[in-house]
């Protein structure tokens, strides 16, 4: 975790740019003005999971059926959002239907539909994973990928992961730059200052790391692409041997 901060290193240069007193261990610190630091450290750091799909807060996630299940599931502990078509029913090799609407979901319901049901579907209500048809068949295995609200590493147990820092030595998981822009921002704002400049600052940062956070395509004006697809009829699907087990 060398190229990520603690909170007291990511308090310490804040207050620095601020103007506020330098101090050892912020996180436990008696002032005013860096007590209220530590609060909007936790804000922003809760801000920022939900502004964008970070590659270090994404998280998967297995459930697999029994036919005497309900068919709703509990989310993970540290669900925050599921990352759109992610869903996957690994038993069948498709696809997981869905997020049904409301409508959708009582519709499939009424019209009793569970028996000619091919492939399962899923909505999120009430804080429940839920999977039709209900009850579902044994064995499947359903899959998706979601983001964390955990954006803090505890120090005092290496490998848990936190809504808000705890201890001083706590690690952040965001790149330091990214959160210290928006922390000295918020603290401007809170104290009416003009923050202007600081939010600049943190948009441009916020924009440069968005872009760079995963890769990026190849982009070609050619009508040939340099990238190499899945499944092409052309380049690495086979001529027979279709429909044979």
Do not use: C
Not at 14 to 31: C, I, M, Q, R
Request: proline share 5%; net charge negative; no cysteine.
């Amino acid at each position: 975790m060398g190229r990520y901060a603690t909170v007291n290193e990511v308090l310490r240069d804040v207050a620095l740019e601020v103007g506020l007193a330098k101090e050892t261990a912020p996180f436990d610190s008696v002032n005013a003005a860096i007590q209220q630091l530590v609060g909007l450290l936790d804000i922003a750091g809760q801000e920022l999971v939900e502004l964008h799909e970070w590659q270090i807060l994404n998280k998967k996630h297995q459930i697999t059926t029994l036919s005497t299940d309900t068919g709703e599931y509990p989310l993970p502990d540290d669900y925050s959002y599921m990352i759109n078509q992610t869903g996957w029913d690994r038993s069948n090799h498709v696809p997981l239907g869905g997020p049904l609407s409301s409508q959708i979901w009582t519709y499939l319901e009424g019209r009793d539909l569970v028996n000619q049901t091919i492939y399962a579907s899923f909505r999120l209500t009430e804080g429940v994973f839920s999977i039709f048809p209900q009850p579902p068949p044994d064995g499947l295995n359903i899959h998706f990928e979601y983001i964390s609200r955990n954006w803090v590493e505890s120090a005092e147990t290496p490998g848990d992961y936190l809504d808000r820092a705890s201890v001083g030595a706590d690690v952040v998981l965001y790149e330091p730059i990214l959160i210290k822009r928006l922390l000295k921002a918020k603290f401007l704002e809170s104290k009416g200052f003009d923050s202007s400049a600081a939010r600049a600052e943190f948009d441009t940062i916020f924009n440069s790391r968005t872009g760079k956070d995963e890769g990026a395509a190849i982009l070609s004006v050619s009508r040939t692409s340099k990238g190499y697809p899945y499944l092409t009829p052309y380049g690495n699907t086979g001529d027979t041997g279709y429909g044979v087990s």
